[in-house]
């Protein structure tokens, strides 16, 4: 396979979510690909927890939340990534949504109404080291806020 084709795949599969998940639903967790051009981006800031699901033309909604303003209860990255799935399940309205192209962001994990599980946690820590945030990373790949 040439590395043209290789670039040219995308991260959307079977197992990333497909539709707005209900309140405690599952989402998928996300991580910015090489293709992302985040020095140029005016929506995705670096650091940013990124969850969303997948639409039926293939592409991603997602939603983030990069604490812009620096709040104190949002310096953790999974404080961040779970502002951004609450306000994805309630609906509520926000800039810090968008649909994107699925060949620019990586399923890392999932998170629903009980905490988050990284699939892939080397990715997030390379997403955070890249955004200089390695101090807001996960002590694990499990995070629960709420047992079932």
Known sequence: MSEQKISELSTYSKDTPVGRPD?????????????FDLANTSTIRKGAGI?????????LTVYFEANRFDESALHKWEHKTRKAYDRMVMGAPTVSKAKMDARLLEQVGYIDGVGITLKQP??????????????TA????IVVWRSK
């Open 23 to 35: 309140i405690d639903g599952r989402a998928g967790v996300f991580v910015p690909t090489a293709d």
């Open 51 to 59: 969850v969303g699901f997948g639409n039926p033309d293939g592409s």
């Open 122 to 135: 080397e990715r997030l820590q390379e997403w955070l080291s890249i955004s200089n945030a390695l101090d």
């Open 138 to 141: 996960p002590e694990g790949a």
